[in-house]
């Protein structure tokens, strides 16, 4: 049926196309799609191959789904009369955003409806960039984005106009502003900034019934939060104000390694409840990996044969090592104390003599390190292949039960395919009131295993089949151990298990999305809702 409506749609835009009727492409196909007179505004509604193959695959290249058609706004009044169109049709046309395609099961595919392109909007509606904004009310500068944007093009503006930068990242820097807002957005700096849906002062929302609605703390509050972790259930992100702060200059970066996990999983946990003052850490991470693959791991550059270190203090250790890694942020008027402070911080953990390794580079450099390893992945052929990613927040109370069950047990010393991240936050750094699902405790670790399956390869422990039978494995370990852990970027086959998942939050999400996406049209590749919630069930 989907390949029957985009041929008829194809065949109206080559007629409109070759007789040149004075009738826009996209208002033509809108009516076919939606059912009612009305175009999509300036956006541009596309059925070529290119586009709607791009748009059926994303990162994870685990799923495809095969859009009607996509469609390229020119900013949130297209999004919405887009959104308002299929609202109004019928049958209800599914609609989901796609940033840059990094969602992992296909989160951002709508089989058989419409894409929204989000990548180029901004640059359609503007003529440039708005620029930060200082406001004596917040007592900080903040920057309004489109929620199409990436991550490295906010930084590299916001650098040039006033050396600020936001407050929270990811890991990867080539992600969308509204694709992480709508998920969490985590890297090392959560434990002290919290995750990015804690650094949004506002939002533009499209809801499900096609009205922009502007929402935040003060104005239309249950939107705001619903919206923030909300997985693009309740509405498509078209613009957020970001908080911003001074960026430092340099970045002091440090790995330590450990055998001992209670030694490692203490130190970390240690170093994220240092809060306030100099002696303190920016960024907190760490990652597992095997002791005799720990030179190949493409995350442990730090550990190569030019290391002056030669890794001599690992010749007794054998099977799973764990990797401390942190840094500390400087400029000119700090760089005096870096030294100091540093040593001061060292001088208090328990990792391996001898195996610490050190190294200083410019701020951006180090926001943008996995960029790096992109592009050398790439030059491989190693970065379009299928990655099934598991993301887990384990409760901290469990996290040695993890460690004995899932990086002794099920993976025994098999780490390779990917780094496996392993690092603590502060839930108090969380607002509550999102709708991001976390464990019930005070600190809670991200253990995420960003494996890739490389085809033809001849290690079949790497294998696609392989790879995602022990993420079947782990799951069933936590479930069975009663570990408590929640899944970040979920993935769910069914309802009744994302009612699971959200647990005593799920009928405030059910009710969220009743209010604001009524014909739950919106983000159907996430597959949390079989039909349309009814008020009147929450």
């Known amino acids: ?31 076919q799609l939606g059912g009612v007179g009305v175009g999509v505004g300036g956006g541009r509604l596309s059925v070529e191959p290119s586009d709607v193959m791009e748009a059926s695959l994303d990162f994870g290249r685990l799923t495809s789904a095969e859009p009607l058609a996509v469609f390229h706004p020119r900013g949130a009044g297209d999004v919405a009369t887009l959104v308002k169109a299929a609202y109004g049709s019928a049958s209800g046309i599914r609609v989901s955003a796609r940033g840059h395609g990094h969602s992992i099961s296909g989160q951002a595919q709508a089989a058989g409806g419409v894409v929204v392109d989000m990548s180029h909007g901004w640059r359609a509606e503007t003529a440039e960039r708005t620029l930060p904004v200082y406001s004596p009310a917040l007592g900080g500068h903040y920057i309004d984005v489109w929620g199409g944007e990436l991550w490295i093009d906010v930084l590299n503006w916001t650098l040039a106009h006033g050396g600020l930068a936001p407050r929270s990242w990811t890991d990867y820097l080539y992600l969308s502003v509204g694709g992480t807002l709508s998920n969490a957005g985590i890297s090392g700096q959560a434990f002290h900034h919290g995750p990015q849906i804690s650094n949004v002062y506002e939002l533009d929302v499209v809801t499900g019934k096609g009205e922009v609605v502007t929402c935040s703390e003060s104005n239309n509050p249950d939107l705001f939060f619903g919206a923030l972790g909300g997985l693009g259930q309740l509405g498509i992100i078209t613009r957020a104000r970001i908080a911003l702060e001074p960026a430092p200059h ?9 055998s001992n996990f209670t030694e490692f999983t203490a130190d970390q946990e240690r170093l994220i409840s240092l809060q306030h003052g100099g002696r303190r850490f920016d960024y907190v991470e760490g990652f597992v990996v095997a002791a005799e693959g720990l030179i190949n791991n493409w995350r442990s550059s730090f550990f190569s044969p030019q290391n002056p270190v030669k890794l001599s203090s690992l010749k007794h250790h054998s099977g799973v090592l ?8 400087y400029d000119d008027s700090t760089a005096v104390a870096v030294d100091q402070d540093v040593e001061a911080l060292l001088g208090e953990l328990n990792f391996i003599p001898g195996t610490v390794f050190t190294t200083d580079l410019p ?6 390190r996995v960029h790096k390893a992109e592009l050398k992945l790439r030059g491989k052929g190693m970065w379009e292949v299928p990655h099934p990613w598991l993301n887990l927040f384990v409760p901290a109370s469990r996290i040695a039960d993890f460690d004995r069950g899932v990086f002794r047990g099920v993976l025994g010393s098999r780490t390779a395919g990917g780094p496996i991240l392993i690092y603590p936050m502060n839930r108090h750094k969380w607002d509550p009131r999102s709708s991001v699902v976390t464990p019930e405790e005070d600190v809670f670790y991200l253990v995420a295993f960003l494996r890739s399956a490389v085809p033809g390869s001849t290690d079949p422990a790497q294998s696609l089949e392989a790879l995602e039978r022990q993420n079947r494995e782990i799951l069933e370990f936590c479930d069975e151990a009663g570990i408590g852990a929640k899944q970040y970027l979920p993935n769910h086959k069914a309802q009744r298990e994302w009612e699971a998942h959200f647990g005593a939050r799920w009928a405030r999400f059910a009710r969220l999305k009743a209010e604001f996406d009524p014909r739950a049209m919106l983000a159907t590749g996430q597959g949390i809702f079989d039909s349309p919630p009814l008020l009147a069930e929450s």
């Open 363 to 368: 701020y951006v450099d180090f926001l943008d």
């Open 250 to 258: 340099r970045v002091r970066w440090i790995r330590a390694l450990y």
């Open 322 to 329: 764990y990797c401390l890694e942190v840094t500390k942020n």
């Open 1 to 31: 049926m989907a390949r029957c409506l985009v041929f008829m749609v194809f065949l109206i835009y080559c007629l409109i196309s070759t007789v040149g009727l004075p009738v826009e492409p996209a208002d033509e196909a809108a009516v």
